[in-house]
C-alpha cells in the first residue's frame, strides 16, 4: 500500500520568511495530493491540492510542486504570518478509482515567531 | 467548501460502555465516508472505509466488532466503539468524499474513564 513520508517533523521561521514542507511518497499509482492545516483541537483543513497531471500549483501565498518521477510533493509558504502557524499534512490517493483513501504524513508543526 | 457535521463532539463515558458517533455531510451526497483516529501530536490513521449500502472496509489492525460502522444513507455514517476502554480515549474524525476531495468533519474527542 501507499506510504507517506513528511519533512521535518518541526520548523520555526521568522515572520516573514519562506517555509518548505517535503513529503515522498511509495504508490506510483498516487494521482491526487492534499495538503492540510489542521489547528489544535480543529478538524484539518485542505490549504491546497494538486493532482499528477500538474507540475506546480500556487494560491496566493502558498504553492505546491509535484515530481512524478522522483515521487516526492512539496508545500511552499511564503511571507509567513503568525496565523501560519499550524499542523500541516500532506496525503496521497489514487483518487478517481474505486480506492482514493487519503494516506497523511506525520505533519510537521510549523511555528512562525512574529 | 462542502460541510461535514460531527456529533457528538465531545464525551465522556465510563469503561464498558458504547459510544456512537454521528457524521453527516450537510450539502452533498457522500457515497464514501472515512473514519480516523488521531492520538495527541500525532498524524490521522485510517481506521475504515465505508461505502453507502455496503460493510466497511477496516485497515489492519483495527477491529471491526469492536469499532462499529454503519453507513445506511448517502448523507450519515456513524461509528461506534462497543465496550470501551481508556486506550480507546482518542480524537476521532470523519471525513467524506464530495466532488474532488474529502472534507472533514469537526471530530469527537472521546475520554474512557
Known amino acids: 500500500g501507499e506510504n507517506v513520508e513528511q519533512h521535518p517533523s518541526t520548523l520555526s521561521v521568522q515572520e516573514g520568511d519562506s517555509a518548505v514542507i517535503k513529503c515522498t511518497y511509495s504508490d506510483s499509482a498516487s494521482n491526487y495530493f492534499p495538503w492540510y492545516k489542521q489547528e489544535l483541537g480543529k478538524r484539518p483543513q485542505l490549504i491546497i491540492d494538486?493532482?499528477?497531471?500538474?507540475g506546480e500549483k500556487k494560491d496566493q501565498r502558498i504553492a505546491v510542486t509535484l515530481n512524478k518521477t522522483a515521487k516526492h510533493f512539496s508545500l511552499h509558504i511564503t511571507e509567513t504570518q503568525p496565523e501560519d502557524s499550524a499542523v500541516y499534512f500532506c496525503a496521497a490517493s489514487g483518487y478517481g478509482g474505486s480506492q482514493g483513501n487519503l494516506i497523511f504524513g506525520k505533519g510537521t508543526k510549523l511555528s512562525v515567531k512574529p | 467548501g462542502a460541510v461535514v457535521s460531527q456529533h457528538p463532539s465531545r464525551v465522556i463515558c465510563k469503561s464498558g460502555t458504547s459510544v456512537k458517533i454521528e457524521c453527516r455531510s450537510l450539502d452533498f451526497q457522500a457515497t464514501t465516508m472515512f473514519w480516523y483516529r488521531q492520538f495527541p501530536k500525532q498524524s490521522l490513521m485510517l481506521m475504515a472505509t465505508s461505502n453507502e449500502g455496503s460493510k466497511a472496509t477496516y485497515e489492519q489492525g483495527v477491529e471491526k466488532d469492536k469499532f462499529l460502522i454503519n453507513h445506511a444513507s448517502l448523507t450519515l455514517s456513524t461509528l461506534t466503539v462497543t465496550s470501551a476502554h481508556p486506550e480507546d480515549s482518542s480524537f476521532y474524525i470523519c471525513?467524506?468524499?464530495?466532488?474532488?476531495?474529502?472534507?472533514f468533519g469537526p471530530g469527537t474527542r472521546l475520554l474512557v474513564l
Open positions: 471525513s467524506a468524499r464530495g466532488v474532488g476531495t474529502q472534507y
Open positions: 494538486i493532482r499528477s497531471n500538474v
